[in-house]
Antibody, heavy 124, light 108 residues
């Protein structure tokens, strides 16, 4: 059974860089059928897709965050990572990683499964 | 970006009720729509993809319909474990992938 687990600091100072890692277990991150992604949810609010990556390193980013986001993959460790720079209080959220079903040509589809999520608070 | 609008944003219902949640896309998305259930403090769980295909392991009381711009999620007989927030998500056109604002189903 595939499982995803987010890890990283729970507190980040304003203007610094948020860094999270998602470790995939029970399956290979190098599967040709899937992308891997990050989604966030501010407290009490809805879901926002941040970006996604293929095992080859191909990425898609949300245009609203693109200038601050970098997603990378480490196939040797079965992990992918998120970096979000110049954070503010508005970036306080639960951050989820998830697998994304993909079809031929790299089309992104639905998210399943999801990690349990990790709360990141931006505060001095 | 395609905007996804859910209605209502919240409502109260009783166990055994038939409930319907609506999701409208700002432009046609064919059947490229998924539905998720989220309980407090938990990650979202995939219920339906391709607008009407039930994910493996999801109870058959859940069903989805629609295509183009208008979609519905129906729970035929609400159970206690179904009280949660439901989100739709389009994957027709990206970036960005976009979610609806959520519909919270509360106990009456």
């Amino acid at each position: 059974q595939l499982q995803l687990q987010e890890s990283g600091p729970g507190l980040v100072k304003p203007s610094e860089t948020l860094s999270l890692t998602c470790t995939v277990s029970g399956g290979s991150i190098s599967s040709s059928s899937y992308y891997w992604g990050w989604i966030r949810q501010p407290p009490g609010k809805g879901l926002e897709w941040i970006g996604s990556i293929y095992y080859s390193g191909s990425t898609y980013y949300n245009p609203s965050l693109k200038s601050r986001v970098t997603i990378s993959v480490d196939t040797s460790k079965n992990q992918f990572s998120l970096k979000l720079s110049s954070v503010t209080a508005a970036d306080t959220a639960v951050y989820y990683c998830a697998r994304i079903r993909a079809v031929a040509g790299g089309s992104l589809n639905w998210f399943d499964p999801w990690g349990q999520g990790t709360l990141v608070t931006v505060s001095s | 970006a395609i905007r996804m609008t859910q209605s209502p944003s919240s409502f109260s219902a009783s166990t055994g009720d038939r409930v319907t949640i609506t999701c409208r896309a700002s432009q046609g998305i064919s059947s490229y729509l998924a539905w998720y259930q989220q309980k407090p403090g938990k990650a979202p769980k995939l219920l339906i993809y391709a607008a009407s295909t039930l994910q493996s392991g999801v109870p058959s009381r859940f069903s989805g319909s629609g295509s183009g711009t208008d979609f519905t999620l129906t729970i035929s007989c609400l159970q206690s474990e179904d009280f949660a927030t439901y989100y739709c998500q389009q994957y027709y056109s990206y970036p960005p992938l976009t979610f609806g604002g959520g519909t919270k189903v509360e106990i009456k």
